[in-house]
């Protein structure tokens, strides 16, 4: 099994991310909205613009987490809540 690392994996995000990666801006912005890399701070305008540029981009999760924001509903458990969540109830990823 691999160790979860929040750190390395907020990292790749950002590099994917800057690259134009859609799915990466989601992503990304999910780890800055809930602080998911210890340490950190919610940066919820940096997710909300990736999330903007994700939902242009045609990824249908990034509207949810918009969504989410507006209506300031977020799963609990951060990144992996959301995930899971999402695979409950059938959404895409």
């Not at 990736?50 to 509903?73: F, I, Q, S, Y």
Request: glycine share 10%.
């Amino acid at each position: 099994m691999v160790r979860k690392d929040p750190v390395r994996a907020a990292a790749f995000y950002r590099q994917a991310a800057d690259q134009g990666h859609a799915k990466a801006k989601v992503n990304l912005g999910i780890f800055l909205y809930t602080a998911t890399v210890p340490g950190s701070k919610t940066d919820k305008a940096g997710a909300e613009a990736l999330w903007k540029e994700a939902h242009e981009d045609g990824v249908p999760e990034a509207e949810m987490c918009l969504r989410n924001m507006t209506l300031d509903v977020w799963p609990s458990g951060g990144f992996l809540g959301l995930m899971t969540r999402s695979r409950v109830s059938g959404e895409q990823q």
